[in-house]
């Protein structure tokens, strides 16, 4: 493809795999994180792949970012919304601060992220956005109102400007993934892993891998007719 694309939160796991996918694919792929320093240099050490970091709840961190990014590679055709945290708790125990945090990197950062490459992308006459959701936006989970609030509002958000975009060439779309074998798994009890597995109709956890099997689809020019659309990659847990 050789396009320019950036994948928030890119320097692990999900986001790992898809910068890694988009780089084979041949594009040229910058990768940005919000803290861990060690794990960017290894990444970068790895793959190549360049990092920046900022917190992309902060719309003129993200614009003066990408700015960056576009002065070194060039213009951004390809951007991957990845970045998010969890800030778990129920309901009655929330605290406003929880839900805020949630709201303002897994929400408010999509915004800030796609509104910095928007003009350009409609000026170009080509844009690909794709924004990783969760299972946990489509059907809820409990102790996670902020985090299913947010990716409930990805797959909004991406409806709306899928509209917009459309006849300026720009596809908008949603990937949700189910339970994933990342880092963030290796920490739940072993009992609780196998009541999740459990669930599962083809009875195993996903690989980020197979998350950048679809990012990278839809980010291909051969995907130009799917847009507003949502890929719910769970293995068979939430069948919409």
């Not at 700015?67 to 590679?73: F, T």
């Not at 300026?168 to 009992?191: F, L, Q, R, W």
């Amino acid at each position: 493809m050789g396009r320019v694309a950036i994948v928030t939160g890119g320097t692990r796991g999900i986001g790992a795999a898809i910068a890694k996918a988009l780089k084979d694919a041949g594009n040229t792929v910058a990768a940005t994180y919000g803290g861990n320093d060690e794990a960017a240099k290894a990444f970068t050490d790895e793959t190549g792949i360049p990092t920046y970091k900022w917190d992309t709840g902060d719309y003129e961190a993200c614009k003066d970012g990408i700015a960056k990014i576009e002065s070194e590679h060039g213009n951004v055709d390809i951007l991957v919304n990845n970045a998010g945290i969890t800030r778990d708790a129920p309901f009655h125990k929330m605290k406003p601060e929880q839900w805020s945090q949630v709201i303002n990197t897994n929400l408010t950062g999509v915004f800030n992220m796609t509104h910095n490459v928007w003009v350009g992308m409609r000026e170009r006459g080509f844009g690909r956005i794709v924004t990783i959701s969760s299972i946990n936006g489509q059907k809820g989970q409990f102790a996670q109102a902020n985090y299913a609030a947010a990716k409930a509002g990805d797959i909004g958000f991406t409806k709306s400007l899928a509209q917009e975009g459309a006849s300026k060439g720009i596809t908008v779309n949603v990937v949700a993934p189910g339970y994933i074998n990342t880092d963030m798994m290796s920490t739940i009890p072993e009992k609780v892993m196998e009541q999740i597995v459990g669930g599962i109709p083809v009875g195993r956890l996903g690989e980020p891998e197979e998350i950048a099997r679809c990012v990278r689809f839809l980010c291909s020019d051969d995907a130009g007719f799917i847009t507003g659309s949502t890929i719910s990659a769970n293995g068979g847990q939430y069948m919409i």
